[in-house]
């Protein structure tokens, strides 16, 4: 089973083609799949149109009455889905701009099915690129990347910032039970809380690889939604809280990783939620 997450915000005009298009590559593959999208608030016609679209897909709609932003908006879709998947399932997250185009969610799960627990489309392996966008979006994407690989240096990974991955649904489960609300803790700090994810079941253990991607920013027909100060200062606090060496992120879960890789039961009752919360640093949201 697939679950695709979307966050969608104003998407009204992108919605019509791109969950058709993920259900009919989905049907075409021959896979039980649902689609869930989280609609943060919109304020166009983006409700009505989903309404009119669970008649002919298989679909959940999550709805937020104001506009949360992408952290609280990721959030709810990976928790609803995890209380709804079993460990074996398999999760897709993709924009609901039809920046990310369906045929990759097929490719994502195909790589998974080889022992990965997640798997990025990547801009920066060969083959891979992007269309319409221009020279300074593009080294600022550039720059960010670079700079999450020398701050977080996951293996596998060279692209951080591309909220288009599968995970296995276990690996999200068990991240949620250990870091329960603190999974994604820097929500409100703009395109954060992609990158986050990420560290977070790095600090598990998790084994990552790319594939290469197009990202097609010359489909998109809605105004983007990244406010590059927040971002950029989402980023310097999550890198505070994973360097700082009095109860940081890294040195709080010291030894998750070979518990959780060693013993996945002992390593949910030794990080239970309890136990995060009385001795995180994490209390602070944003």
């Given at each position: 089973m697939i679950w695709i997450i979307l966050p969608a915000y104003n998407e009204e005009e992108s919605l019509p083609h791109l969950l058709p298009e993920l259900d009919a590559a989905c049907r075409r593959a021959g896979v039980e799949h649902r689609l869930v999208v989280i609609n943060d608030g919109s304020v166009d016609g983006t409700a009505a149109i989903l309404d009119g679209l669970k008649a002919t897909l298989p679909l959940d709609v999550v709805t937020h009455q104001l506009?949360?932003?992408?952290?609280?908006?990721?959030?709810?879709?990976?928790?609803?889905?995890?209380?709804?998947?079993?460990?074996?399932?398999?999760i897709v997250r993709v924009e609901g701009d039809r920046t990310h185009p369906a045929e990759y969610a097929l490719r994502l799960v195909d790589k998974l099915q080889e022992g990965f627990d997640v798997v990025i489309t990547s801009r920066f392996q060969p083959g891979g690129g992007q269309q319409g966008v221009n020279a300074y979006r593009a080294f600022i994407s550039r720059c960010a990347n670079v700079f999450m690989a020398v701050l977080f240096r996951i293996p596998g990974v060279r692209e951080y910032s591309c909220g288009y991955r599968g995970y296995r649904a276990g690996v999200i489960q068990d991240a949620i039970a250990i870091f329960g609300n603190s999974f994604i803790q820097l929500r409100g700090l703009g395109f954060t809380s992609t990158i986050e994810m990420i560290i977070k079941l790095h600090l598990l253990g998790c084994r990552f690889a790319e594939i290469p991607f197009v990202l097609r920013y010359d489909r998109k027909k809605s105004p983007s939604k990244m406010v590059g100060s927040v971002t950029t200062l989402g980023y310097v606090m999550m890198a505070v809280l994973f360097h700082w060496p009095f109860g940081g992120w890294r040195s709080q879960y010291r030894g998750l990783r070979q518990l959780y890789m060693r013993d996945r039961a002992k390593a949910l009752e030794a990080f239970s939620l309890s136990a995060i919360r009385r001795r995180s640093v994490s209390r602070i949201s944003f």
């Amino acid at each position: 089973m697939i679950w695709i997450i979307l966050p969608a915000y104003n998407e009204e005009e992108s919605l019509p083609h791109l969950l058709p298009e993920l259900d009919a590559a989905c049907r075409r593959a021959g896979v039980e799949h649902r689609l869930v999208v989280i609609n943060d608030g919109s304020v166009d016609g983006t409700a009505a149109i989903l309404d009119g679209l669970k008649a002919t897909l298989p679909l959940d709609v999550v709805t937020h009455q104001l506009n949360r932003g992408l952290g609280e908006t990721e959030r709810d879709g990976f928790e609803f889905v995890a209380a709804r998947c079993h460990r074996d399932d398999f999760i897709v997250r993709v924009e609901g701009d039809r920046t990310h185009p369906a045929e990759y969610a097929l490719r994502l799960v195909d790589k998974l099915q080889e022992g990965f627990d997640v798997v990025i489309t990547s801009r920066f392996q060969p083959g891979g690129g992007q269309q319409g966008v221009n020279a300074y979006r593009a080294f600022i994407s550039r720059c960010a990347n670079v700079f999450m690989a020398v701050l977080f240096r996951i293996p596998g990974v060279r692209e951080y910032s591309c909220g288009y991955r599968g995970y296995r649904a276990g690996v999200i489960q068990d991240a949620i039970a250990i870091f329960g609300n603190s999974f994604i803790q820097l929500r409100g700090l703009g395109f954060t809380s992609t990158i986050e994810m990420i560290i977070k079941l790095h600090l598990l253990g998790c084994r990552f690889a790319e594939i290469p991607f197009v990202l097609r920013y010359d489909r998109k027909k809605s105004p983007s939604k990244m406010v590059g100060s927040v971002t950029t200062l989402g980023y310097v606090m999550m890198a505070v809280l994973f360097h700082w060496p009095f109860g940081g992120w890294r040195s709080q879960y010291r030894g998750l990783r070979q518990l959780y890789m060693r013993d996945r039961a002992k390593a949910l009752e030794a990080f239970s939620l309890s136990a995060i919360r009385r001795r995180s640093v994490s209390r602070i949201s944003f």
